[in-house]
């Protein structure tokens, strides 16, 4: 069977090879003779899976020892009140917005702490650049400068890490995380829900500095409180199993990924790079689409676009859902197109877009 190329930005595309692994293992996982979703989550075989899934992670990502892994629900939506609540201590927090969702996570950190915009990039066009780190205003005193990494609505994707000038770094990383490298060190909390890139909808990922926890407000709920979920071991309530489950399926993956020479996380991102520059390179070359991003912080996971001529954007979507590439409609703040390609997206699924976008320009336009 053929499946569609889904370009979604979220929940997205899962890599076939996992789809297929959970449904062998739905019914009787590794002989226990349940499918992990009947399983208790503090039972041996859950307790392997959601330990082999952290090491997996830690290893990817070269996540250090004095850094905690959290496994929690809610979304990022959910992190935008957990964050302010854990780590703001009611006093100031500072906050870089470069698209919709930084947006969405100061207005929600200022019913819980005194928040001050660092850098803000919204001009007459929307989003689409970063302001300059150096001009940055950020407050000494802060207990946090929030950025996020890449802005799964605008297409903008930070390529660099922000000095925050000594103030613990926290960053929105839902729609990158496991994309590429990062250096993990250099954050103070990175956050992110797993079904751009990692999983299904329901899990969010937290990786925090140990040091910073133990703060949280008096009003944070205790199923958000880190220092709990860190000393429970993500097991303070029952964590979203099945969802952990897949998402390590899928850090397996990434493992045995190959790009050339690379293995793992590195040739994901060499692939993810060259993924990138295929299709930007198409839009550049065309006539009919433009993209409105500035070239250095163009991301590599979605790539919003627009047809010059508006007229044909009906056409456009239904030629490509009849070519079998799906969820190509950008987002109804941006409008025009928007071509999510996370890892589980083949090489093979941005040629069949390049193709399809070359051909509809060529016939259409
Ligand atoms: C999708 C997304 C969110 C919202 O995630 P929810 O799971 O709906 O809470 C927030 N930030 C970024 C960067 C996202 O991509």
């Known amino acids: 069977m053929q499946r569609p ?9 899962i890599p076939e090879e996992v789809l297929q692994q959970a449904a062998a293992e739905m019914l009787d996982w590794h002989g226990s003779g349940m499918s992990v979703m009947e399983m208790s989550h503090r039972g041996p075989q859950f307790e392997s899976i959601i330990a082999q899934a952290e090491a997996d992670l830690r290893e990817l990502l070269g996540i250090p020892d004095d850094y905690a892994v959290l496994f929690m629900q809610g979304g990022a939506i959910a992190e935008n009140a957990i964050v302010p609540l854990n780590l703001s201590r009611g006093a100031k927090a500072d906050y870089v917005v470069t698209g919709s969702w930084s947006q969405k996570s100061q207005l929600e950190a200022r019913k819980y702490c005194d928040v001050h915009l660092s850098a803000s ?11 300059d780190n150096a001009a940055w205003s950020i407050r000494p005193d802060a207990q946090y400068l929030h950025v996020c990494t890449n802005e799964t609505i605008d297409g903008v994707e930070f390529h660099f890490v922000p000095d925050s000038h000594g103030v613990p770094l926290v960053a929105d990383m839902s729609s990158h995380l496991l994309s590429r490298h990062v250096d993990v060190a250099r954050y103070a909390c990175i956050y992110g829900g797993a079904q751009k890139n990692i999983g299904p909808a329901g899990l969010t990922l937290v990786i925090v500095r140990r040091d910073l926890l133990g703060h949280a407000l ?11 979920v860190a000393a429970n071991h993500s097991m303070f309530n029952t964590p979203p199993t099945y969802a952990i489950y897949i998402a390590g399926l899928v850090l397996q993956w990434i493992k045995r990924q190959r790009f050339g020479d690379l293995v793992g996380l590195a040739a994901v991102e060499a692939r993810n790079i060259a993924k990138a520059q295929l299709l930007y390179d198409a839009l550049d070359a065309s006539q009919l689409y433009e993209t409105r991003v500035a070239r250095e912080c163009r991301s590599r996971m979605n790539v919003p676009f627009h047809l010059r001529d508006t007229t044909l954007n009906a056409a456009f979507l239904q030629g490509a859902d009849a070519a079998g590439l799906l969820q190509l ?7 025009g197109m928007r071509a999510s390609i996370y890892n589980a997206m083949p090489m093979e699924g941005v040629q069949a877009l390049v193709n399809y976008l070359q051909d509809f320009e060529k016939h259409r336009a």
């Open 5 to 13: 190329y889904n370009f979604s930005a979220g929940p997205a595309a």
């Open 121 to 131: 990039a919204h001009d007459e066009q929307g989003y689409g650049s970063i302001p």
């Open 218 to 228: 008096p009003q944070c709920p205790s199923a958000f409180d880190y220092a709990l």
């Open 329 to 335: 409609k950008g987002h109804k703040s941006v409008g």
